[in-house]
């Protein structure tokens, strides 16, 4: 072969061999552009899917409601899982903020929402390290995934994030928009979760790992919260100290590097410990009973999740220094060994208002409301719903008269009655209403139910506001009832009288404020018309006399008009004082809230009754309470009285004038107890007289059905 030849072939060898590698080349970049533009076009296609950010409705995390008192004072946060209080920008502190960019997103500032720089800085230091060590998401992509996406951790949620912080810092640009979105994540990502509850935002987290609210930081403080967000768990500085503490000097010193603080700042904040304090703020409450009261009231209208996490704003209606008064007034009385237990309900009878409801209760030992749930037999103090219904009638409680003696007959249609009076002796004679009345007498009672007709009695009770079940036995009329009363209903019974006749519904809010600044206002009363002025005015002249000349003595008011009924059941196991002032009607109860514990010789030797420690607790009270108290207010009318024949009274009920004033209601004189008609030794003037041995339910007739609750008569009042 020619050498030229071999040349020749030699250039076709190597030009073959030069196309193969060309072409090899040329598909190779082929497919790695179709596999690129392949997945561009992916990558464009998942951020496409996502749905635009106006469409998107953001995840609303809850925010914890708030139970205030009366004159404003915080009662308590209603609990719930999450603990999330959102405060303004105005309220966060500067050191907050810069903590937060130094140590999760460094260019937060000058990003459009997705940091390119930050994606690659963090894959590499991934890659190099063989674990995740720096994440890519900016804090306005992290806000998206809090407010707007699911947690999931796949690519397709990355991308999505990523389109969604675009728009979200289109929707909210420049410096303005950067403050708002900074405030949002602030405001909105969990802190980390102390017994059994998350913080959410940084002003639950002061509180919550600090007990200080969140303008109160200091910079270490600030510090140490703004690293928690990332792993809180892994930080928590309760149960890993150690970590926390260095997660927080790595805040300082990124800072630090970020121009945020000075080096020797830093140095100084890197030197503090980390002051951690355990808080009770979320779980502290004061006045619990009531507190539980109102949050029972709330879920019953708005539902428990909007409750517990609607970031509702409550006012209510219970006065602090009467609450405090109260429970005094109990101390008083009953802090020696082995002393039985007490409950307070006071209600405003203009609008049924709960002022004050307390009790000797330890909500620690038990979260039972004896002021709002214990239903206690009431004893004598029942008496007035006969009174009531005998006033209602139009029956002149100073013209008709019963014997007092013991009965022991058949009634038709209730069965054998067996009645006697407090201490297994009746005075003898004859007694008309207000007699009977003052001397607790429970054969003059008896007999007046059985005239009335029970189911009268149980239309009085209900008209004045008793909700408990009534059967419409004639043993009722003395507080021999099955499962009734609470103080709160005897409370609220009184407050009818006291105010000439409406029944108020009791009312423990006022006014709830929701968190897109709507407010509700329940303040207006929800009243009704249930009896007459006049015939309330006449039951009101009664048991003021009552206080002074009859069972109640210990319950007088230097200064103040006061009326009122003691009650004791059989064996001393409930004792009672119910009664009022023309502003306040105050229902005192004690005993033993587990079982029917008879009160032996525990008032200076003798047995409880409602003359002793009630009267007494109620007197205390209501002389602290009471400080502008003001007169009895006379109805527009007189009294109207009907003839009135009753089987088991003595002679006919007259058509004359009702009670005598005893007291100069108009000039506001309290005069000395009334002269008459007081109680003779034998009817027990040191005790309650009306205490007596509730007769057992007869067995033959059917209970009576419960009634409408506002069959008092008249028209209900608007609202009602």
């Known amino acids: 072969m020619s050498a030229r030849r071999e040349r020749q072939r030699r250039r076709r060898h190597r030009s073959g061999a030069s196309r193969i590698v060309f072409i090899t080349l040329g598909v190779l970049v082929a497919c790695l552009a179709i ?20 469409t998107l409705k953001p995840q609303d995390p809850g925010r914890n409601s708030v139970v205030f008192a009366a004159d404003g004072k915080r009662l308590g946060v209603i609990q719930n899982d999450i603990l999330r209080f959102p405060i303004n920008s105005s309220k966060m502190p500067q050191t907050v903020r810069d903590a937060t960019v130094a140590i999760e997103d460094k260019r937060f500032y000058s990003h459009k929402g997705v940091d390119f720089e930050g994606i690659i800085r963090a894959a590499f230091k991934n890659a190099s390290s063989g674990e995740t060590v720096q994440g890519g998401s900016t804090l306005t992509m992290q806000l998206v995934r809090t407010l707007y996406i699911s947690r999931e951790r796949t690519f397709k949620r990355k991308v999505r994030e990523a389109k969604l912080a675009e728009e979200l810092e289109n929707v909210h640009p420049g410096r303005r928009g950067k403050e708002w979105i900074l405030t949002k994540y602030i405001n909105s990502v969990p802190y980390g979760t102390v017994g059994g509850q998350t913080a959410v935002g940084i002003q639950a987290a002061a509180r919550i790992y600090f007990d200080k609210s969140a303008d109160e930081l200091e910079l270490h403080e600030a510090a140490m919260l703004a690293g928690l967000p990332q792993a809180p768990s892994a930080y928590n500085p309760f149960r890993e100290p150690g970590r926390a503490m260095g997660r927080r000097n790595d805040v300082l010193r990124n800072m630090a590097q970020e121009g945020f603080i000075q080096p020797e700042t830093a140095a100084e904040a890197v030197a503090r410990p980390l002051g951690v304090k355990a808080s009770r703020y979320f779980r502290e409450k004061r006045e619990s009973f009531f507190f539980d009261y109102v949050t029972d009231e709330l879920i019953a209208e708005y539902g428990i999740k909007d409750v517990r996490s609607g970031g509702l704003r409550i006012k209510t209606t219970i006065d602090l220094d009467l609450q405090d008064k109260a429970r005094d007034a109990i101390a008083k009385s009953l802090s020696f060994g082995g002393a039985p237990s007490s409950a307070i309900v006071t209600i405003d009878p203009s609008n049924g208002y709960i002022r004050a409801m307390a009790s000797s209760s330890k909500y620690k030992d038990s979260k039972f409301n004896l002021a709002a749930d214990g239903k206690r037999q009431p004893g004598s103090a029942f008496k007035i719903m006969a009174l009531v219904a005998a006033v209602d009638r139009g029956i002149n409680p100073t013209a008709i008269s019963y014997p007092s003696k013991r009965l022991k007959f058949t009634a038709p249609g209730y069965g054998p009655i067996d009645v006697n009076c407090y201490g297994g002796r009746c005075s003898g004679g004859s007694k008309n209403l207000v007699r009977g009345t003052l001397s607790s007498d429970n054969s003059v009672y008896t007999q007046l139910a059985l005239d009335l007709g029970p189911d009268k009695v149980v239309k009085a009770a209900r008209g004045l506001g008793i909700k408990s079940k009534l059967n419409g036995y004639p043993s009722e009329t003395l507080g021999g009832l099955t499962r009734c009363c609470s103080p709160l209903e005897m409370a609220n019974a009184y407050a009818t009288i006291a105010s000439g006749g409406w029944r108020a519904k009791p009312k423990a809010i006022t006014r709830v404020r929701f968190p897109d600044g709507k407010v509700k206002d329940l303040s207006k009363p929800r009243r ?36 009122g009924k003691t009650g004791t059941t059989d064996k001393n196991t409930d004792a009672w004082f119910v009664g009022f002032t023309p502003k306040l009607a105050t229902s005192v109860w004690v005993g033993f809230p587990k079982g029917r514990v008879p009160m032996g010789p525990l008032f200076n030797g003798g047995p409880v009754d409602g003359g002793t420690f009630p009267a007494e607790i109620w007197g205390n009270y209501m002389k602290a309470a009471s400080s502008k108290c003001g007169q009895f207010r006379k109805p527009d009318h007189a009294f109207r009285a009907k003839p009135f024949q009753g089987k088991y009274a003595t002679g006919r009920a007259s058509t004359g004038a009702g009670v005598e004033d005893t007291r100069n ?12 008609p007081v109680p003779s030794p034998e009817e027990g003037t040191t005790g309650d007289p009306g205490s007596d041995p509730a007769p057992a339910p007869p067995p033959a007739p059917a209970p009576l059905d419960d009634g409408d609750a506002d069959s008092g008569g008249g028209t209900p009042a608007p609202g009602d």
């Open 35 to 54: 596999g690129g533009l392949s997945a561009v076009g992916y990558v464009v296609g998942i951020a496409s899917s996502a749905p635009d950010l106006k």
């Open 665 to 676: 209601f108009n000039n506001g004189a309290v005069p000395s107890p009334s002269p008459s």
């Open 528 to 563: 009704h018309k249930a009896f007459d002025s006049a015939a309330m005015y006449e039951v009101t002249k009664i048991l003021d006399q009552n206080v002074p000349g009859g069972t109640g003595a210990r319950a007088q008011l230097p200064k103040c008009p006061a009326a």
